[in-house]
């Protein structure tokens, strides 16, 4: 079964760094476009930003823009998000969430359980 | 951006009966080259992730089943649960992903009245 698993997320201060990875199996990453979404505690659902399959183009939402970087390492199916200058509105749940082929990999077909983000002082 | 804004914010149906949420967009999400509606819906169930239930505003994605419908065209869109089950008590989420940023809705709160 499709499987998406997040780590690296934890506990940082305003103007830290975190970098997420998200493992993907039993499907290679390889042809999907690969998302970023954060989830706020008790709020709705933010897209952060996508990767195309081989790395080239690559989108973000204004807010992270200049502090966020999505990567690919599509030889080991993995997924990343670097981020710096961590700020306490980013003080989230990450998800990483897979591009539904049957929508031209726009909206996404396969989600992990994400991982917290906290940024506090 | 594009802004999605869904209605109501909650709901209370009773089992069996039928719920709609409605979620429009302040732009067309309607790509004039191929007629599709760039506009999914999403489930999110308490401590898990969203769900995909409706992709192309009116397919269902594999799986998921058939109470659940999509409809609507450009601005307007709404998600209808025909016959509303205990285990469909949740959140719901529009997402339009015509243009960056891909953007949700606030969600609607869908509860057993």
């Known amino acids: 079964e499709v499987q998406l698993v997040e780590s690296g997320g934890g506990v940082v201060q305003p103007g830290g760094s975190l970098r997420l990875s998200c493992a993907a199996s039993?499907?290679?990453?390889?042809?999907?476009?690969m998302n970023w979404v954060r989830q706020a505690p008790g709020k709705g659902l933010e897209w952060v930003a996508n990767i195309k399959p081989d790395g080239s183009e690559k989108s973000y939402v204004a807010s992270v823009k200049g502090r966020f970087t999505i990567s690919r390492d599509n030889a080991n199916n993995l997924l990343y998000l670097q981020m710096n200058s961590l700020r306490a509105e980013d003080t989230a749940v990450y998800y990483c969430a897979r591009g539904s082929e049957s929508s031209g990999y726009r909206s996404s077909d396969y989600w992990g359980q994400g991982t917290l983000v906290t940024v506090s002082s | 951006d594009i802004v999605m804004t869904q209605s109501p914010d909650s709901l209370a149906v009773s089992l069996g009966e039928r719920a709609t949420i409605n979620c429009k967009s302040s732009q067309s999400v309607l790509y004039s080259s191929n007629k599709m509606n760039y506009l999914a819906w999403y489930q999110q169930k308490v401590g898990q992730p969203p769900k995909l239930l409706i992709y192309w505003a009116s397919t269902r994605e594999s799986g998921v089943p058939d109470r659940f419908s999509g409809s609507g065209s450009t601005t307007d869109f709404t998600l209808t649960i025909s016959s509303l089950q205990a285990e469909d008590v949740a959140v719901y989420y529009c997402?339009?992903?015509?243009?960056?940023?891909?953007?949700f809705g606030q969600g609607t709160k869908v509860e057993i009245k």
């Open positions: 997402q339009q992903y015509y243009s960056y940023p891909q953007t």
């Open positions: 039993e499907f290679t990453l390889t042809i999907y476009w």
